[in-house]
């Protein structure tokens, strides 16, 4: 089992034979007074202090920012990882000063989906708890504010376990302290991972990349869809709107002349109107495709007026239904196109690798 550093921490404190209070100073120093490295908490004893750095290393973050870009209202960071892996964050900025954070999951993907630029990577490893959740405590150290949270970076959520001690993490009042509505997850469609969600953090709101209403055509695009067909995921989020009495996001890329016709848009229709007394809570986002020169098929968005056709008659038919804009396109941070801008990755790995040959 993988313990979290806060839980690290607080059995050192006890193997120290220190009091409980150490503890509460230390989550202190970083949640309130958003003190990054050990050797600024002025309040702790120097021999604690200097096992915290012996156990953790100086900042009390273990993602070490190696790359940034930004675009308007995205910035792109490349997060190193302790053991020289890694993975991309985004975050989006808007104009009355809410923050919203995209963040990864794992390093690499192993889902192949056909679209993204982050299954072409292969799965690496899935990231640990502390590493989910100090993307975020990067920025936050960093004097940003969290307001929303989606779990829709680099790999798939429901797929790591370790998913379900960072949104502890994420949302313990004494921590992080997140409302459960203020994050999203965004699935492929793991089945168990949606129903341990279900139950355990029933607040969170769930995103699930539908992409094609034809099973066939699904399993072309999206190959996990052989092991979790689109009817059985969708008997699944049927349970969950019933178990949360949530509204459900569907996010469905519109890829030109593959998924973007009206029978398409009919077969989707008809999809959700199935869905019986819980229809009115299934809400459909109509996102224009990021183009990347990652995946071996090349793929190009659906123009406007085919998505708004696709829209109308979903629309036209009492479903709920948007068309999304998307920031940070031109540096690759929109939905499917991380991948993590290999220069930068190289360099950085390059300089950890020397760092611990001295
Ligand atoms: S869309 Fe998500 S699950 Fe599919 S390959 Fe990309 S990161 Fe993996």
Redesign the pocket.
């Known amino acids: 089992m993988n313990y979290s550093k806060y839980e690290r921490m607080k059995q050192l404190i006890a193997d120290m034979k220190l009091p409980d209070y150490r503890y509460e100073q230390i989550i202190k120093a970083i949640f309130l007074q958003h003190i990054s490295t050990f050797e600024r908490m002025s309040t702790l004893p120097i021999k604690l202090k200097e096992t915290l750095i012996d156990t953790f290393g100086p900042s009390v973050c273990c993602t070490v920012p190696a790359a940034c870009q930004t675009s308007g209202q995205a910035d792109k960071i490349l997060f190193l990882l302790p053991d020289g892996n890694c993975v991309e964050t985004v975050n989006l900025h808007y104009k009355k000063g809410w923050e919203s954070f995209c963040i990864s999951s794992q390093c690499g ?1 192993g ?3 056909q679209f ?1 630029a ?2 072409t990577l292969g799965q690496k490893r899935n990231m640990t708890a502390d590493e989910i959740t100090d993307q975020l405590l990067y920025f936050y150290l960093n004097g940003h504010k969290l307001n929303s949270i989606s779990f829709m970076g ?3 959520p429901l797929a790591n376990p370790n998913l379900f001690d960072a949104l502890n993490i994420l949302t313990d009042s004494s921590l992080f302290g997140l409302s459960q509505r203020r994050i999203t997850i965004s699935t ?1 469609g793991i089945i168990p991972g949606i129903r341990r969600l279900t139950n355990e953090f029933p607040q969170i709101n769930l995103a699930f ?1 539908l992409h094609s209403p034809f099973e066939k055509q699904r399993s072309e695009l ?1 190959p ?1 869809n052989r092991s979790f067909p689109l009817h059985e995921v969708m008997d699944a989020l049927d349970n969950h709107i019933q178990h949360t009495g949530r509204r459900l996001f569907l996010a469905y890329i519109m890829l030109n002349g593959v998924n973007d016709s009206p029978d398409h848009a009919k077969a989707l229709l008809n999809l959700l109107q199935n869905r019986g007394p819980w229809t009115h809570l299934y809400h459909v986002d109509l996102i224009p495709y990021n183009a990347t020169d990652k995946t071996s098929r090349t793929f190009t968005s659906s123009d406007k007026g085919t998505m708004k056709r696709f829209r109308d008659i979903l629309h036209g038919n009492g479903i709920s239904v948007a068309t999304r804009t998307q920031f940070g396109s031109d540096i690759s941070a929109a939905c ?1 196109q991380l991948h993590g801008v290999e220069k930068d990755c190289i360099a950085a790995v390059e300089s950890f690798h020397k760092k611990n040959e001295v």
């Open positions: 993907c889902f192949n989906c993204c982050t299954g680099m790999g798939e492929i990349s999206m996990v499917g």
